[in-house]
C-alpha cells in the first residue's frame, strides 16, 4: 500500500486570487504603456507634421519668387494695355495683359489669388530693335537697326503703343549695320495674309515700332486648387495652357502690389504701400510696380482630435482666409515675404 504524495504549497501553482490580481496588473501595465506610446505617437505625427508644411509653405514661396524676380524681363515700360497674338490652332487666342506681374481672384478657391507672370527667356530680351521699314500688313517684311541674337523658332514683340503684336521667326535675322530683316514665314504663332495687323499697322523709322526678343516667352499663373498650389504655363509650341500640381498642403494664397506712389516723383524706385488695386496698362502704370507681397497658408497633414486653429488664419492684418469646422483639426503655419520686381526698378 502506497503512502499518498505530500505536497508542498509551493507546488500546488497559483491561486484564483493570484491569478486575478497578476491580470490586472498586466492590463493596467499596458494600458499606461498604450497611453504612452499614444501621447509620444500624437507629439511625433504633430511634430512631423509641421515640418512638413514648413518645407511645403518654404518651397511653395520659393517657386514663386523665383519667377516673380524674373517678371517683366525684356518686356517693360511697353505701354501696351494688352499683347496680342495668333495661334495657328487657336485664332482667338485670348489678349495678354501689357503688366509684368497681374493679380486677380482666384475662381477655384474663394479667399485666394491667382498671380500671373510674363517675361522673356532671351538674353537679348531687354535690347529693343528699332523697325526701320513701315510693317502694315503680315505680308510686308520685318526690317530692324539691329538683328544680333534674333534666331529661328523666337518670338518676337512689335510693340507701339497702343499696340503690341508678337510674331514668331522662320528663320535666323539676316544683314548687317543697321538694316537687318527678321524672316518671319509660315509658323505656328504667325497669323496668314488675310489677318492683319492692328488698324494702320506698325510705324518705321525715328519713333518707330520697337522689336524685342522673347525667346520663348514665359507665360505662367500660380494658384491654389483643392488644397494644392498649382502653376499653369502657356505651352509655346502647342499654344496650350498646361497645368501642373507643386506643393501639395497649401489651402490659401494671396498677393498684393508693391507701389512707387511718392510725390512729386513717383518714380523713384521706393516702396511705399501695398494694395490689390491692378495698375494702368501703360508704361507708366508698370514703372509703379517696384515688389509683390506674397502670403501662402499651409496645412499640416496631421487630424487631431480636438480643434487646434481657430475660424479664421489672417494672411496679413484685415485679410483672413475662413477655415471650416472639419479643417480646424489641422495645424497651419504662414509664410510671407516681399519680392522686388528687378527689372521694373532697374528700368526706372
Given at each position: 500500500m502506497h503512502k499518498p504524495i505530500s505536497l508542498r504549497k509551493s507546488d500546488l501553482g497559483f491561486s484564483l486570487v493570484e491569478l486575478l490580481v497578476a491580470t490586472a496588473i498586466t492590463l493596467i501595465s499596458l494600458l499606461i504603456i498604450v497611453q504612452v506610446f499614444s501621447v509620444y505617437d500624437g507629439w511625433k505625427r504633430t511634430t512631423t507634421g509641421t515640418a512638413q508644411s514648413q518645407e511645403n509653405g518654404l518651397l511653395g514661396a520659393f517657386s514663386i519668387e523665383r519667377d516673380l524676380r524674373h517678371a517683366g524681363f525684356g518686356m517693360i515700360g511697353l505701354g501696351c494695355p494688352t499683347i496680342t497674338a495668333y495661334y495657328a490652332n487657336a485664332p482667338i487666342a485670348p489678349p495678354l495683359s501689357g503688366l509684368p506681374v497681374t493679380i486677380t481672384p482666384n475662381p477655384l478657391a474663394a479667399g485666394t489669388d491667382r498671380i500671373s507672370i510674363l517675361y522673356s527667356s532671351s538674353p537679348f530680351g531687354n535690347i529693343a530693335a528699332r523697325v526701320q521699314a513701315d510693317l502694315a500688313d503680315p505680308s510686308a517684311l520685318l526690317i530692324v537697326d539691329n538683328g544680333i541674337g534674333f534666331n529661328q523658332g523666337d518670338m518676337v514683340l512689335i510693340s507701339q503703343p497702343p499696340d503690341c503684336f508678337i510674331l514668331q521667326l522662320s528663320q535666323d535675322a539676316t544683314g548687317a549695320g543697321t538694316s537687318w530683316n527678321l524672316p518671319y514665314g509660315p509658323m505656328p504663332w504667325n497669323p496668314p495674309a488675310?489677318?492683319?495687323?492692328?488698324?494702320?499697322?506698325?510705324?518705321?523709322?525715328?519713333?518707330?515700332?520697337?522689336?524685342?526678343?522673347?525667346?520663348?516667352?514665359?507665360?505662367?499663373?500660380?494658384?491654389?486648387?483643392?488644397?494644392?498650389?498649382?502653376?499653369?504655363?502657356?505651352?509655346?509650341?502647342t499654344g496650350n495652357v498646361d497645368t501642373f500640381d507643386l506643393i501639395p498642403g497649401v489651402v490659401g494664397l494671396r498677393a498684393r502690389y508693391g507701389r512707387d506712389t511718392a510725390i512729386p516723383n513717383p518714380l523713384d524706385g521706393v516702396l511705399d504701400t501695398f494694395d490689390n488695386d491692378t495698375p494702368a496698362l501703360t508704361a507708366a502704370g508698370a514703372n509703379t510696380l517696384v515688389a509683390v507681397q506674397i502670403s501662402l497658408i499651409v496645412r499640416s497633414g496631421n487630424w487631431e482630435r480636438t480643434e487646434v486653429s481657430p475660424a479664421a488664419i489672417e494672411y496679413w492684418p484685415g485679410e483672413a482666409l475662413a477655415i471650416g469646422a472639419d479643417d480646424r483639426h489641422y495645424r497651419y503655419r504662414v509664410f510671407q515675404t516681399v519680392v522686388p520686381l528687378k527689372n521694373t526698378i532697374w528700368n526706372n
Open positions: 488675310n489677318v492683319q495687323f492692328p488698324a494702320g499697322g506698325f510705324k518705321g523709322g525715328v519713333g518707330g515700332a520697337q522689336v524685342l526678343n522673347l525667346g520663348q516667352l514665359v507665360d505662367r499663373s500660380y494658384f491654389v486648387q483643392n488644397n494644392v498650389l498649382r502653376m499653369a504655363e502657356r505651352n509655346m509650341v
